[in-house]
């Protein structure tokens, strides 16, 4: 597999993780009101809201999407491991 797929592959899971993980750290009652931004809302499908636990939650995303990023700069086999098993 080239470089460019991989870094691609890495990227493009990292970003949703970036994006949403972001805002849940940032205005985790929006996040929690609109994510994932479509209907049914799956968040707020379970009351009551817990700012504590969505900011939690996106911290966790985004240290995620986070590691990926890192991954697909890198793209060094043992920070790739490290990225995927995380992610998994």
Same mark, same amino acid.
Do not use: C, Q
């Given at each position: ?23 849940? =750290? ?16 799956? =968040? ?25 990023? =890192? ?10 491991? =490290? ?6």
């Amino acid at each position: 597999m080239s470089r460019i797929w991989k870094r691609s592959i890495l990227l493009g899971l990292a970003v949703p993780n970036v994006v949403a993980g972001a805002w849940a =750290v940032v205005a985790p009652a929006s996040w929690y009101e609109n994510f994932p931004g479509w209907s049914p809302r799956v =968040v707020s499908a379970l009351p009551p809201f817990n700012e504590h636990l969505a900011a939690d939650t996106g911290a966790g995303l985004l240290a995620t999407g986070l590691t990926m990023l =890192v991954a697909g700069a890198w793209l060094r086999r043992d920070a790739t491991v =490290v990225a995927l098993v995380g992610y998994l």
